[in-house]
Structures are given as C-alpha cells and as structure tokens.
T-cell receptor, first 116, second 114 residues
Framework: AQSVAQPEDQVNVAEGNPLTVKCTYSVSGNPYLFWYVQYPNRGLQFLLK??????LVKGSYGFEAEFNKSQTSFHLKKPSALVSDSALYFC??????????????FGKGTHLIIQP | EPEVTQTPSHQVTQMGQEVILRCVPI?????FYWYRQILGQKVEFLVS????????KSEIFDDQFSVERPDGSNFTLKIRSTKLEDSAMYFC????????????FGQGTRLTVV
C-alpha cells in the first residue's frame, strides 16, 4: 500500500526567506509525485509533479521540489516566500506499478504561513 | 482556463436520506475521480471512472455509494442512505490521461449530515 507523510502540521516563514515543506512517501514500485495547494474555500490546485528524469522539478508560482529516491522524499521549496503563498499544501503519490486510473494518495497537508 | 465545477457548494441532509453530488469535469478529460476530506483529516480517494465504468475504488466506497456519467458531461456521486460519518468535503477531479497526468480538482461540495 502507498502512503505519504507530511511531518509538519504548520510551517511559519518570514516573507522573503526560503521555505521548505517536507514530504516523504512509501510505494511498492516507483512513484509519480505531486504537490497541490489549497486556498480557503477553493479546490486543490496543481503545483508540480515528478515523473522521471531530473530530480529537481519546477512548477507554478516559483515553487520547486526535489525528488530524493534514497530518502524517499519530495520536499517542496521556494527561494523567497511571499505572503500570498500562505495556504494548505498537499503532497500526493501514485504508484507507477498501479497503472491505469489509480487514485492519488495524499498526505494530511501542511499549513504554510508567511509572516510579513 | 477550463475548470472542474461542482454543485452544490454546500448541502445539508438528514441521516438516512439520499444525496447526489454533481460535477462537470473538464470537457476533453477522460478520467474522473471522487475524493473526500473529513474535517481536519487527509484527502481520501473514493473512486475512479473511465470509459463509463469504475476503474478503481477504495475501501470507503461501499455499496451505499455509486457514480454515474448520465449525459456525457456530468459526473455524479450518489450516497444512498447518508450517515453522520459521511459529513465531509467531497472533491471531484478529472484528468486527460491516467498515471503521470495531474488531476484537476473542483472547489468541493461540503456535505453535512444531521
């Protein structure tokens, strides 16, 4: 069975500082990895994904994430945080071995709070 | 920008009643999903749907749940006899392809069972 862990319920960062939101995963095969963001009263918005190839993937709004196979991690990063980045962030995984239309397994989410 | 739309945004129902949650996926997408998020908990996969049949379902998706694509544009989730524990935010999602393709989510329907 696949699983995702986001160890921090909340991350507080000062505006302009770099941010990291942590994610580790467990799958039986190789993973497809995703980050989504949820703003209040909105659905989940896709940020970026890792499929294969370069371990550093870039996504929307200046976010990037680094895939680390040995540590089974996919941490979300941004060099300089904005107050507008404050939201709930979800990491998700899909096992490639599952194929087809397998559903995503999500982490519990991390509240990112950027302080002015 | 195309988006997934869900109606209603909030539904209150009495325990034991049937509810139908509605979704309009993005028009050229072929794969459809329902997820739910109980307050304070993680987003959980319920079911995926492709080519007019269920592709995969989770343990949560028991006999009281059903999905349908009645007219080629809407995608519905029916809960036959609601329980208090069905209270949650229900998200519809769609994707162009399976596997590595990202899913696009609607804004959710908050279901409150009283």
């Amino acid at each position: 069975a696949q699983s995702v862990a986001q160890p921090e319920d909340q991350v507080n960062v000062a505006e302009g500082n770099p941010l990291t939101v942590k994610c580790t995963y467990s799958v039986s095969g190789n993973p497809y990895l995703f980050w989504y963001v949820q703003y209040p009263n909105r659905g989940l918005q896709f940020l970026l994904k890792y499929i294969t190839g370069d371990n550093l993937v870039k996504g929307s709004y200046g976010f990037e994430a680094e895939f680390n196979k040995s540590q089974t991690s996919f941490h979300l990063k941004k060099p300089s945080a904005l107050v507008s980045d404050s939201a709930l962030y979800f990491c998700a995984v899909r096992d490639r071995a599952g194929g087809g239309a397998d559903g995503l397994t999500f982490g519990k989410g991390t509240h990112l709070i950027i302080q002015p | 920008e195309p988006e997934v739309t869900q109606t209603p945004s909030h539904q209150v129902t009495q325990m034991g009643q049937e509810v139908i949650l509605r979704c309009v996926p993005i028009s050229n997408h072929l794969y459809f999903y329902w997820y739910r998020q109980i307050l304070g908990q993680k987003v959980e996969f319920l079911v995926s749907f492709y080519n007019n049949e269920i592709s995969e379902k989770s343990e949560i998706f028991d006999d009281q749940f059903s999905v349908e694509r009645p007219d080629g544009s809407n995608f519905t989730l029916k809960i036959r006899s609601t329980k208090l524990e069905d209270s949650a935010m229900y998200f519809c999602a769609s994707s162009e392809r399976a596997g590595y393709t990202e899913a696009f989510f609607g804004q959710g329907t908050r279901l409150t069972v009283v």
